[in-house]
């Protein structure tokens, strides 16, 4: 379905992808932000300056929620727990105990068990489809409360920066928004009910730049939001122009993609203004928000976090760890110890920041290493996981691109992967790096691991001059 709308959209001319964008503007607004969301981002306001202990007992009260509910209500959660003796009473006496005892999810278990996993007393509200950096999509299906919650956390974040309800955005995300073939501008739409003008990165050349910073100088955001590989293009050749913009925004806040401390020394230097790093996730894992002081907090109000390091063990302080989430922010498919694929730097020793926030910091999000792939027609692309929107029966890709004009793909792919499928991904791959450029798309047994065990889901095997 969400490849149909995609396509009817697309295939819009511009002053109707308007309309089309607003009225689903106007209709996200309403479900996101209701007299729930209110009550909700004043508690999460609170929270952020609360003591620890009552940020603790509000984690111990969300946990026991989730839990109760995964025993009542999931059939994969029920089952395990009812297997393990764990009861309503167990939950109610030491929820943190009982999380203990639980067995880690799997992402391929999250993947492919979902409907045993959901929360059957929660209605669905929305489903979404995530295309994961491994290359095959996960469904997501999220309650009313669910995303209320989560976007007053994501505001709570803002107000914690001093962006404020109003400000004008703009949004560098992985949304085609205009048609991928358009040579002139505009390369974005205006959402009027967010204040946010959308902005494609799928146009990011050389020969586009300037129109869009002419734009950003018209539009004058506040916040600027999205991937970090996106605005640090922009930032580049803001930089290398020596081009003085005509407004110095409040933050720039990154999210979705590794931020890299060269993307950050560049962005900082091009808008003269502090990027805030924001790690979360379309599947509804808590948030891990920087602070007015650079240091990056755990929202313990949004979930509880457990570190495992290399060896399978709990992380130690100064380790790298693999994350272990548990989700205060998605109820109807719960995330109970999940292993989210992602990973982080603890901090040395336990730290205090100064900002006012008790909760607790950690010292790196390492997260994914996607990587920055580059050609002619279509510069710089950052993000190459949503060519596989849409798409059946590929377990694992791997996207390869050997020179700036040959991309190598190898996919792992079952039976539900036929031509049709093949010919869907070559044409996502088109829009996003060009029709000139040569691909071979490779079925393959396996995918063999890069350094540290990590998978490279986009690897470039030359070296780009940025
Ligand atoms: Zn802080």
């Not at 999460?44 to 202990?53: F, N, R, S």
């Not at 976007?151 to 404020?164: L, S």
């Not at 590794?258 to 020394?265: A, E, K, N, V």
Request: some cysteine; aromatic content about 10%.
């Amino acid at each position: 379905m969400a490849g149909i709308k995609e396509k009817i959209y697309n295939n819009l001319p511009y002053p109707f992808k308007f309309i089309l964008l607003n009225i689903k503007g106007y209709l996200n607004t309403k479900q996101r932000y209701n007299k729930e969301f209110k009550v909700y981002l004043k508690e999460h306001i609170d929270l952020w300056d609360a003591d620890l202990d009552s940020v603790t007992k509000y984690q111990n009260e969300k946990l026991s929620i989730v839990l109760s509910e995964a025993l009542e209500h999931s059939d994969w959660y029920g089952d395990i727990m009812r297997a393990l003796g764990i009861t309503l009473q167990d939950i109610e006496k030491d929820p943190m105990r009982v999380l203990q005892k639980m067995p880690i999810l799997k992402k391929t278990d999250r993947k492919t068990k979902v409907d045993l996993i959901v929360n059957k007393k929660r209605e669905t509200a929305m489903v979404g489809h995530t295309s994961g950096t491994s290359g095959s999509p996960t469904i997501d299906y999220l309650d009313l409360d669910s995303i209320n919650v989560s976007f007053a956390i994501w505001k709570r974040f803002h107000h914690a920066i001093g962006v404020i309800p109003g400000n004008k955005q703009v949004r560098f995300s992985g949304r085609l928004i205009v048609d991928t073939e358009t040579k002139k501008p505009p390369f974005w739409v205006y959402n009027y009910f967010e204040k946010q003008l959308l902005m494609s990165t799928y146009h990011l050349t050389a020969d586009n730049l300037g129109s869009y910073i002419k734009k950003l100088n018209k539009f004058k955001p506040e916040l600027i939001d999205g991937y970090p590989s996106a605005i640090y293009i922009i930032s580049k050749y803001i930089n290398k122009q020596n081009i003085s913009l005509s407004f110095t925004p409040k933050a720039i806040a990154v999210t979705a993609e590794t931020l890299y401390d060269y993307q950050r020394i560049e962005i900082e230097k091009a808008f003269n203004c502090h990027v805030f790093n924001q790690y979360a996730s379309s599947e509804g894992s808590p948030f891990i928000t920087e602070c007015v002081k650079g240091n990056l907090h755990l929202n313990l109000d949004s979930g509880v976090f457990e570190f495992i390091n290399t060896k399978g063990e709990p992380a130690q302080a100064g380790e790298i760890a693999k994350l272990v989430v548990t989700s205060f922010i998605n109820y109807k498919t719960p995330l109970i110890r999940y292993d989210i694929g992602d990973t982080v730097l603890l901090s040395k020793e336990e730290e205090q920041c100064d900002c006012g926030c008790k909760m607790p910091i950690i010292e790196k999000i390492i997260g994914r290493e996607d990587d920055i792939l580059w050609t002619e027609e279509k510069g710089y692309v950052g993000r190459m996981d949503t060519a596989y929107k849409g798409l059946k029966g590929i377990v694992k890709s791997q996207i390869i691109q050997e020179t700036p004009e040959k991309i190598i793909v190898n996919l792992i792919a079952d039976t539900d992967f036929d031509d049709p499928m093949k010919q869907q991904l070559l044409g996502n791959l088109k829009d996003r790096l060009g029709q000139k450029i040569e691909y071979q798309i490779n079925e393959v047994d396996d995918i063999v691991l890069g350094p540290n065990g990590k998978f490279d889901a986009v690897k470039r095997n030359f070296e780009l001059e940025f």
